[in-house]
């Protein structure tokens, strides 16, 4: 009785919805904003214009999780809750809350215009979220001393010469770069994340002709300062001798790397270009239009970098000379619940604080235009009574 779908609420054209729900060049299949919670919930198998953008981004939640498991069963790796693993699971939270707040935002936000708010407030703050995380994966598996042994002296029973070890230490870990990677690089990550969902939120108050932009472009600074781990990689011989395993296993991080930059690239142009729907509106409305291929694309770039973190983590534990951290001889200080889940809690208690107060300003400051714009629509609510 709960599903009884026998009678949905009618589909509006654009023309039949307040200005604020219309998207760009998308002209029918709209749910007009006062859906019940089951309404909304049914919606996932009725052909709207959010149908498609809810199942791109939740069923890759089943897919990230089919790969991200992978790696607890591999050789040499210490079991899942192991100090070592909690950068990867500060990763996973990241991706499933990014990939969980999307599809239910779209699924959700036609409850009321300010649940659509709240709705995408909470998908800026999970984007946010989710690149720290990301920045957690790279500082403990693909920072330049990530599992590197710090050798004191020359007596070491693992050296094959005096002099080796403290080459290939002093030639990897290179000085300039090592106070940005110990101590700012963590808390760049987490004001830039703070400083982009307080931009993309404002986005949906004011900025609004050049909202898709404004939230592309403000991404790419976290995207920037999460990959320098990477961008040092590349940009320096590997840590591992060349005859190892490790480095065999190393080897993949270019392509996946370049990959996830690839498919970040292709998501951001259709989010902001809005093809194919620009070139013929009405056409892409229910499947096809831009924004499910926005989370195509992001979803495969998530993949990518699943896979390039994976490869480093293989790398590390393959490796017989390098020590996983915690170790008092390696010179990165191992991750702890403090340096992992305590940054995530902090900046999630930041987030949500921030959407808190969005979601008053939505709710009190801006709702006497909110009930004018319905005013102005009287026949949209006379058809979903």
């Known amino acids: 009785m709960l599903l009884n779908c026998a009678q949905p609420l009618p589909l509006l054209r654009h023309t039949d919805v307040p200005p604020r729900v219309i998207e760009n060049f998308i002209l029918t299949g709209y749910r ?3 859906y019940s919670l089951r309404d909304c919930l049914l919606s996932a198998f009725r052909p709207t214009n959010e149908t498609g953008n809810f199942w791109t981004h939740f069923l890759p939640v089943f897919i990230f999780l089919y790969y991200f498991v992978e790696v607890f069963g591999w050789d040499r790796a210490p079991d899942g809750s ?4 909690y950068p990867l699971w500060n990763y996973f939270i990241g991706v499933f809350c990014l990939l969980m707040a999307s599809s239910m ?15 995408f407030f909470v998908d800026y703050g999970t984007i946010s979220a989710y690149t720290v995380g990301s920045s957690l994966a790279y500082y403990y598996y693909i920072h330049p001393r990530a599992g590197i042994v710090e050798r004191e002296g020359h007596n070491s029973s693992h050296m094959d010469s005096n002099h080796e070890p403290e080459e290939v230490l002093t030639s990897y870990a290179m000085p300039e770069f090592s106070m940005f990677f110990e101590t700012f690089y963590i808390p760049c990550a987490c004001v ?17 002709k050049h909202r898709y ?8 600074f976290p995207f920037v300062i999460s990959s320098t781990p990477v961008f040092y990689r590349l940009l320096t011989r590997s840590p591992y001798s ?8 190393s080897t993949a991080l270019p392509s996946f790397f370049y990959r996830h930059c690839l498919w970040l690239l292709v998501s951001a142009l259709f989010n902001i270009s809005k093809i194919p729907e620009r070139f013929a509106p009405g056409r892409f409305d229910i499947w096809g239009h831009s924004h499910q291929w926005f989370h195509c694309c992001t979803f495969l770039s998530i993949l990518d970098e699943l896979h390039m973190i994976k490869a480093e983590v293989r790398a590390i534990l393959l490796n017989p000379d390098l020590l996983l951290p915690p170790s008092v001889l390696s010179r990165l200080p191992g991750p702890t619940i403090a340096s992992t889940y305590g940054v995530m809690l902090f900046l999630q208690t930041t987030i949500i604080s921030i959407i808190i ?17 319905g005013v102005e629509h009287p026949k949209k609510y006379l058809k979903t009574q």
């Open 192 to 208: 830039i994340a703070i400083m982009c969902v307080l931009s993309c939120c404002n986005t949906r108050q004011r900025w609004r």
């Open 242 to 249: 060349t005859a190892s395993s490790s480095f065999a296993a």
């Open 357 to 373: 107060c969005f979601s008053w300003r939505a709710n009190c400051v801006d709702k006497p235009q909110r009930d004018q714009e």
């Open 32 to 34: 007009f904003p006062n």
């Open 82 to 85: 192991a100090p070592f693993f």
């Open 213 to 220: 932009m404004i939230r592309t472009l403000v991404f790419l």
């Open 105 to 119: 935002a779209h699924l959700l936000n036609s409850m009321s215009l300010v649940v659509r708010e709240v709705c």
